[in-house]
């Protein structure tokens, strides 16, 4: 069986020219990268067409070691929709190389449902995220700076400053430092660290903005900290967004490339579910549904993290509607949910199976709560038994669900064939339906229990007392009105990691709240969150190398 790299090498790509045909987009309007990458001018957004035309949000059941395959779905079902004459765009994130060199070893979907070239997107790709760490990176250095020096001081006092570095790579040994040593010319010492770039809120606030204009406003509104008599200081009086946003001059565009079947795919933007909004940005939905009449995105992780942040924030903002939403699962996770080995998955397990539907269950019964139309796409593997994926269909019919069995990374687009008939149908019927979870005008604890009881499942919320005093602190700036994107732990419904299938009766901590007013949100950490991963003990970057033609392996 060939892996996805060898897939991938053996598919003749088509000039991006002429994927970008098939959107009305002409050659001199591309920002080329080479033969098979560009940037599209943000004048091809059209409003008016955003409204027109169907957005399809793909998610998932909680994540498991076993893998959902939720990027290959989304490829495989745009692929399909096409196939069916449905004119759509697949619209995703780039990768980090966090994950690309630390458990995944890439993210540009599998088998035959890929976007190319995945070498590419999975390392450097145009350069978005050095431009994002550059970005951030100059306002900690504009932060430091100003902290030394005595004539142009703001006063700031560096016991408040919240803003730490940010790298692409996961590097535990970053999290927590002390800067500033070496003497009086040195800089001022202070404690701080590195969040992986994905963490970023120069990356939220790139996914959430419109334009240049509004990048800029909400760059000037990162708060930084206090000054010593208690007023807050914000990047715009530091007036570090005119560089800033000069270094995101071309990171802003989105990037266009293929899939495999030369299905037109747009990625831009990577913030991780568990610790930021988990979508791709704005702009980039919003130029796939000008150009396209489907838009088929993701949102990472379950559904209980990047589809409710998708919803109640990048929607809230972006001004988006979901037509249709669908949620993967697999075989192989739901009985790892259901308390099987991960050694003993390829098994059948029929008991585990039907344990470990509650899963899926609490994600669907959340897709109900924001009056989703719940459509269930199982994504098969060679292993899946007949028993075991009518067992999961029959089960999502007795709750009254659309399911559809789909095998993409086999067949591309010819595997999820049914699935797309059943989306385009739910697109029609289902439109303009799904509504937010909360009012932004609540107050912020009440957010927090209202995603965290309805859609996690909690029995209660626990506030730390740094939690309490970060509360108080929201309120004296005037950011209790904005929405909360809470940081936690993608591997179960609950702050707990160990808890699988649908925990019930647990309490989520809230250990600390943190600020991303340039964003427009607030970050609850819940549990034992990091916003810098760290690498497994076996990463994936053992297995990746090049040889003396510049040929790539190990990616998979």
């Given at each position: 069986m060939k892996t996805d790299i060898e897939i991938a090498h053996s598919v003749n790509m088509k000039p991006i020219t002429t994927i970008a045909e098939k959107l009305g987009i002409g050659f001199d309007d591309l920002e080329l990268y080479g033969k098979y990458k560009a940037k599209i001018p943000l004048r091809f957004i059209d409003k008016e067409k955003v409204k027109q035309h169907k957005l399809i949000l793909v998610s998932a059941i909680s994540p498991t070691p076993a893998g959902e395959g939720k990027t290959t779905v989304s490829i495989g079902l745009s692929q399909a929709m096409n196939r069916r004459n449905y004119q759509t765009t697949v619209v995703l994130r780039e990768p980090s190389l966090g994950p690309v060199f630390g458990i995944k070893g890439g993210a540009t979907g599998g088998g035959w449902s890929q976007v190319l070239p995945m070498e590419d997107i999975n390392l450097h790709f145009t350069g978005d995220f050095s431009a994002i760490e550059k970005a951030h990176n100059l306002l900690a250095a504009l932060i430091d700076n100003n902290l030394q020096n005595k004539q142009y001081s703001l006063g700031i006092d560096p016991r408040t400053v919240e803003w730490k570095r940010v790298?692409?790579?996961?590097?535990?040994?970053?999290?927590?430092?002390?800067?500033?040593?070496?003497?009086?010319?040195?800089?001022?010492?202070?404690?701080?660290?590195?969040?992986?770039?994905?963490?970023?809120?120069?990356?939220?606030?790139?996914?959430l903005a419109d334009n240049f204009e509004?990048?800029?406003?909400?760059?000037?509104?990162?708060?930084?900290?206090?000054?010593?008599?208690?007023?807050?200081?914000?990047?715009?009086?530091?007036?570090?967004?005119?560089?800033m946003a000069a270094l995101l001059k071309d990171a802003i565009k989105p990037n266009l490339v293929q899939t495999i079947e030369g299905t037109?795919?747009?990625?831009?933007?990577?913030?991780?579910?568990?610790?930021?909004?988990?979508?791709?940005?704005?702009?980039?939905?919003?130029?796939?549904?000008?150009?396209?009449?489907?838009?088929?995105?993701?949102a990472g992780f379950g559904f209980d993290l990047g589809a409710e942040k998708f919803i109640d924030i990048k929607c809230r903002y972006g001004d988006l509607q979901p037509s249709a939403v669908v949620l993967v699962a697999t075989v192989r996770a739901l009985k790892y949910h259901g308390g099987a080995p991960?050694?003993?998955?390829?098994?059948?397990?029929?008991?585990?199976?039907?344990?470990?539907?509650?899963?899926?269950?609490?994600?669907?019964?959340?897709?109900?709560?924001?009056?989703?139309?719940?459509?269930?796409?199982?994504?098969?593997?060679?292993?899946?038994?007949?028993?075991?994926?009518?067992?999961?269909?029959?089960?999502?019919?007795?709750?009254?669900?659309?399911?559809?069995?789909?095998?993409?990374?086999?067949?591309?687009?010819?595997?999820?064939?049914?699935?797309?008939?059943?989306?385009?149908?739910?697109?029609?019927?289902?439109?303009?339906?799904?509504?937010?979870?909360?009012?932004?005008?609540?107050?912020?604890?009440?957010?927090?229990?209202?995603?965290?009881?309805?859609?996690?499942?909690?029995?209660?919320?626990?506030?730390?007392?740094?939690?309490?005093?970060?509360?108080?602190?929201?309120?004296?700036?005037?950011?209790?009105?904005?929405?909360?994107?809470?940081?936690?732990?993608?591997?179960?419904?609950?702050?707990?990691?160990?808890?699988?299938?649908?925990?019930?009766?647990?309490?989520?901590?809230?250990?600390?709240?943190?600020?991303?007013?340039?964003?427009?949100?607030?970050?609850?950490?819940?549990?034992?969150?990091?916003?810098?991963?760290?690498?497994?003990?076996?990463?994936a970057a053992e297995n990746i190398d090049i040889d003396n033609e510049g040929n790539i392996t190990g990616l998979f």
């Open positions: 790298m692409d790579m996961n590097d535990r040994a970053l999290r927590q430092l002390v800067l500033g040593l070496g003497g009086t010319t040195s800089g001022v010492p202070r404690e701080t660290g590195f969040d992986i770039t994905a963490a970023s809120e120069i990356m939220a606030i790139l996914c509004d990048l800029k406003r909400r760059l000037g509104n990162i708060f930084i900290g206090f000054t010593y008599s208690g007023e807050p200081i914000y990047a715009r009086d530091l007036k570090a967004q005119g560089a037109p795919a747009i990625i831009h933007g990577g913030p991780f579910a568990n610790i930021a909004q988990g979508t791709n940005s704005i702009i980039a939905t919003r130029m796939g549904l000008s150009l396209s009449d489907y838009v088929v995105t993701e991960l050694d003993s998955l390829k098994e059948e397990n029929l008991e585990a199976l039907q344990k470990g539907f509650a899963n899926l269950e609490k994600h669907i019964e959340n897709m109900l709560q924001f009056k989703a139309c719940p459509v269930v796409a199982i994504n098969r593997f060679t292993s899946d038994t007949d028993a075991e994926i009518n067992l999961i269909v029959e089960k999502c019919k007795s709750m009254g669900v659309e399911v559809s069995p789909i095998d993409v990374w086999a067949k591309g687009g010819e595997g999820a064939l049914e699935l797309a008939d059943i989306v385009a149908g739910t697109c029609e019927r289902c439109a303009n339906q799904i509504t937010p979870l909360y009012d932004w005008k609540w107050d912020v604890p009440k957010k927090i229990e209202t995603v965290a009881k309805r859609i996690y499942g909690a029995e209660a919320i626990d506030f730390s007392s740094q939690a309490k005093k970060d509360l108080k602190k929201i309120e004296k700036l005037g950011l209790d009105k904005l929405p909360v994107c809470i940081a936690k732990t993608q591997k179960s419904l609950s702050d707990n990691p160990a808890l699988l299938g649908r925990p019930k009766d647990f309490v989520v901590t809230v250990r600390n709240i943190e600020i991303a007013s340039g964003a427009g949100f607030i970050i609850p950490i819940t549990g034992n969150i990091m916003r810098m991963p760290g690498l497994p003990a076996k990463p």
